[in-house]
């Protein structure tokens, strides 16, 4: 299951054209809660060229690229007979693609007040889940609830911001995008929710201490060694335990998550790791071949769904410390190379990092543009 996305039995039979329509319009812009957020942006958008009479759309060589590398993945889908997924797919990305560059290029995130921007996420959000427990046959007549199109719009203009001023985005931004990312995993029906929220916690204790007391590192420490306990607390939990947070989570979303296949995956793999190749590992992009030596029967996983684990699997453990110390070195260097915001790379690899705890980057192909792109960021500033 692709990151951010619930899927239904409805792409294996074959869907007219009618239908395909009216479901990227649902899906797209009705019944997500991103659509609110996008409503309200456009309206201002909408205000600002009644005022200046003009709206600008620049096209640029990177939309350009996306768009030829979407159409390709459209027609690659069509190819392989899923018409239905690969239309909705490409139909969201030329929306997405259009939008950011309306918002861009005609300064909408200057006028935007962010505090009332959060508040209406926060009801929407509510309000879709309400829905989908009064009506749980929600899922049924959308197939697939895709909320982390926000994120990425959110991403690509703290980037442009970036790029264009030399200088962050307005701070609360960073904040409503930590909490959506959360919010938004809750409405997908993921699978570690509980230990992301924690996580989440500590991560907000850690920072308030660092900006009361910027050379106090006792409590900061604490604070990682707590996400590092919560993180094996949650690979290494009973399965019992997971089917009572199965049952508790079926009020947000109607259906049973995979908790259970999920720790059984993290615990052979870790397992795996540490007896048959701790220091040279399975060898990159071995890890669908070597699971189902020691996987669930009758399942092959073609990813570990953990960032984490995934470079200690194929890498072994000589590997893993490389890629860390290789990742560490880019951030810190970052960091010093903008001293007057030290703390704007951390700000926005964070929901990253938490959300890579319970599944995989490379799962949902928008959440690892977004990181393609902010790295390249990251060693423009070092280079």
């Not at 060229?49 to 350009?64: A, Y």
Request: charged fraction near 15%; proline fraction near 2%; include cysteine.
């Amino acid at each position: 299951m692709n990151s951010g996305f619930i899927t239904s039995d409805i792409y294996k039979h074959r869907i007219s054209l009618e239908k395909c329509l009216i479901d990227v319009f649902l899906c797209t812009f009705l019944f997500l809660p991103a659509f609110f957020n996008l409503l309200l942006l456009l309206v201002i958008v909408f205000l600002d060229f009644l005022k200046n009479r003009r709206i600008i759309i620049h096209i640029n060589s990177t939309e350009i690229l996306l768009f030829i590398y979407v159409w390709g993945c459209f027609f690659s889908s069509l190819y392989s007979k899923n018409v239905y997924l690969a239309f909705k797919e490409a139909i969201t990305w030329l929306v997405f693609i259009i939008v950011i560059e309306i918002f861009i290029h005609n300064n909408v995130f200057e006028k935007v007040n962010y505090l009332s921007f959060m508040i209406g996420v926060l009801i929407m959000n509510i309000i879709f889940v309400i829905g989908k427990f009064f009506y749980s046959n929600l899922l049924d007549i959308i197939p697939t609830v895709n909320c982390f199109a926000v994120i990425d719009l959110i991403y690509v203009i703290c980037i442009e911001n970036i790029i264009q001023n030399m200088q962050a985005a307005p701070r609360e931004i960073y904040r409503f995008l930590q909490f959506f990312l959360i919010i938004g995993i809750i409405l997908s029906a993921s699978r570690g929710i509980f230990v992301l929220l924690v996580l989440y916690g500590v991560y907000c204790y850690i920072y308030k201490n660092r900006k009361k007391n910027p050379n106090n590192h006792e409590k900061t420490i604490i604070g990682v060694l707590l996400i590092l306990f919560a993180y094996l607390a949650f690979n290494f939990m009973p399965i019992y335990l997971h089917n009572y947070v199965n049952e508790l989570m079926t009020i947000f979303s109607g259906k049973v998550f995979s908790n259970k296949i999920r720790i059984v995956l993290y615990q052979k793999s870790i397992e795996y790791g540490l007896h048959h190749g701790l220091l040279l590992g399975a060898g990159a992009g071995n890890f669908s071949v070597v699971y189902p030596l020691f996987g669930i029967k009758g399942f092959v996983a073609v990813h570990s769904h953990n960032i984490i684990l995934q470079p200690f699997i194929e890498l072994g453990l000589i590997g893993f410390v490389v890629t860390i110390a290789m990742v560490m070195t880019l951030i810190f260097k970052a960091i010093k190379a903008k001293k007057n915001n030290d703390e704007l790379y951390i700000e926005i690899l964070i929901p990253f990092i938490i959300y890579g705890m319970v599944d995989y980057l490379w799962g949902d192909i928008r959440v690892g543009i977004m990181l393609f792109i902010f790295v390249g960021q990251m060693l423009k500033k070092v280079v």
